[in-house]
């Protein structure tokens, strides 16, 4: 499968965006969707995860209640609705995705797109 993100931009704290990442290739359906973040200096991280039918969602603590995660198969498409950005929500966010289940770690995931940049100022 091949993935692009897109939606990134440059918006101020308190602001909404979201993100999108198209799927191409092989069934969208079968793919457990995820996004990441990697801010300058720092580690990437799991953000939020999707299941293949859009049944159950995951998120770290600290975008929880504020960033949504959502996906339409119809479209090939994955989504990630954040509201309420704070300054600490700048990075460079990506797409991935890996057969079947949740996994927070990146190294699990075989498929990433190419990553759009957020930046959020004070």
């Known amino acids: 499968v091949q993935l692009q993100a897109y939606g990134g931009g440059l918006v101020q704290a308190g602001d909404s965006l979201r993100l999108s990442c198209a799927a191409s290739?092989?069934?969208?359906?079968?793919?457990?969707m995820a996004w990441f973040r990697q801010a300058p200096g720092k580690e990437r991280e799991f953000v939020a995860g999707?299941?293949?039918?859009?049944?159950?969602?995951d998120y770290t603590d600290s975008v929880k209640g504020r960033f949504t995660i959502s996906r339409d198969n119809a479209k090939n498409t994955v989504y990630l609705q954040m509201n309420s950005l704070k300054p600490e929500d700048t990075a460079v966010y990506y797409c991935a995705a890996r057969i079947i289940s949740y996994s927070a770690r990146g190294r699990d995931y075989p498929y990433w797109g190419q990553g759009t940049q957020v930046t959020v100022s004070s």
């Open positions: 290739g092989r069934s969208f359906s079968i793919y457990y």
């Open positions: 999707i299941t293949r039918n859009g049944d159950s969602t």
